[in-house]
């Protein structure tokens, strides 16, 4: 009998425990880190993102990837890996501007039904008081002589109910939207160990085997990583309600709200990321020979296309194709 992933990844986490407990909180604590820009700016933590969050991530996984190897983790290890992941064959390894746009999708989606139920709760609650507020407040954003103080007024009136309201519509599908990117750069993780294993290659070539991969084995690989990974999903959403909660009934101050959810929406995956990265080591393993053939379907879809547009001899073609093979040749 076969065993679980759940077995493979467990056994692969206790060879190397105390490492991959000191990479998984050192990374938990980086997105804590990173996270706290939303005080300042959510634009700034999105900024942060690709050019510290994806870098940083990508250096845990690489270092914890190479435990098996007994390659040691020192701080210049991880620097290097840090950097390394702006090299072209790993920039595109999380997919980011793609479960960047999903991600907002989801958001805007979510927000549509937030703003639904809670336009009905508030018309229930407050009548025509909130009626009357909102068409005030929606004839002065679209006045051309607004000014920023008129809408800061009419936003407080009435103990700011219809602040809160804004506020609520924009916080509430943030946990959603989190939970989803979390899954899709995730998921789209799975290639940098492919990416790793390559020798050379080009950075065209190597997103085209990726690309082969996934379009084959995509359903597979979700219900694999949800089998091991979905208390990733389910901490996520509880930190974000504990932040919600935090800020309604401690802080109290529910301009903080945004801020605080999308901090709790991190948080908790401080707990778990030491077992996420020998799970998504197991979950890579089993698709080795998928990303293998991935790539030689890359190779076969650009032989054809030259083919097409070139008249090659049959000793060219095949001349041609032992270069790309050797290019994008694979560490057994």
Same mark, same amino acid.
């Given at each position: 009998?076969?065993?679980? *992933?759940?077995?493979?990844?467990?056994?692969?986490?206790? =060879? #190397?425990?105390?490492?991959?407990?000191?990479? !998984? @909180?050192?990374? !938990?604590?980086?997105?804590?880190?990173? @996270?706290?820009?939303?005080?300042?700016?959510?634009?700034?933590?999105?900024? @942060?993102?690709?050019?510290?969050?994806?870098?940083?991530?990508?250096?845990?996984?690489?270092?914890?990837?190479?435990?098996?190897?007994?390659?040691?983790?020192?701080?210049?290890?991880?620097?290097?890996?840090?950097? !390394?992941?702006? #090299?072209?064959?790993?920039?595109?390894? /999380? =997919?980011?501007? =793609?479960?960047?746009?999903?991600?907002?999708?989801?958001?805007?989606?979510?927000?549509?039904?937030?703003?639904?139920?809670? /336009? @009905?709760?508030?018309? =229930?609650?407050?009548?025509?008081?909130?009626?009357?507020?909102?068409?005030?407040?929606?004839?002065?954003?679209?006045?051309? &002589?607004?000014? /920023?103080? &008129?809408?800061?007024?009419? *936003?407080?009136?009435?103990?700011g109910f219809l602040l809160t309201f804004f506020i609520y519509v924009s916080s509430l599908p943030l946990p959603f939207a989190v939970a989803w990117f979390i899954y899709s750069v995730s998921l789209n993780s799975l290639s940098v160990y492919y990416r790793l294993n390559v020798r050379g290659g080009t950075a065209s070539l190597i997103r085209l085997a990726v690309n082969e991969t996934y379009a084959r084995c995509k359903n597979k690989m979700r219900a694999d990583w949800f089998k091991l990974n979905w208390p990733a999903l389910a901490l996520s959403l509880v930190g974000s309600i504990a932040g919600g909660l935090v800020v309604n009934f401690l802080i109290k101050d529910i301009n903080f709200l945004p801020a605080v959810v999308a901090l709790g929406s991190v948080a908790l995956l401080l707990f778990f990321l030491p077992f996420y990265f020998s799970n998504m080591e197991v979950i890579y393993a089993r698709y080795i020979s998928d990303f293998k053939n991935g790539n030689r379907m890359a190779v076969e879809a650009i032989l054809a296309r030259i083919q097409s547009s070139i008249d090659l001899s049959e000793e060219e073609r095949k001349q041609l194709e032992d270069s790309f093979k050797e290019e994008t040749k694979e560490e057994e």
């Open positions: 009998m076969e065993e679980s *992933l759940f077995s493979k990844s467990f056994s692969r986490f206790k =060879r #190397n425990a105390g490492s991959y407990i000191a990479i !998984g @909180a050192f990374c !938990g604590l980086f997105l804590i880190l990173a @996270a706290t820009l939303s005080f300042v700016d959510v634009s700034i933590a999105i900024i @942060a993102t690709p050019l510290l969050v994806f870098p940083f991530l990508f250096a845990s996984q690489v270092a914890c990837y190479y435990l098996e190897a007994n390659q040691p983790v020192t701080l210049s290890a991880v620097s290097r890996y840090f950097f !390394g992941f702006f #090299n072209p064959q790993f920039r595109s390894s /999380y =997919r980011g501007i =793609r479960s960047f746009l999903t991600s907002l999708a989801v958001y805007f989606g979510t927000m549509i039904v937030v703003y639904v139920v809670l /336009y @009905a709760i508030y018309n =229930r609650v407050y009548g025509e008081t909130f009626t009357n507020a909102f068409s005030n407040i929606v004839s002065i954003y679209s006045a051309t &002589d607004t000014t /920023y103080e &008129d809408l800061l007024r009419e *936003l407080n009136a009435n103990d």
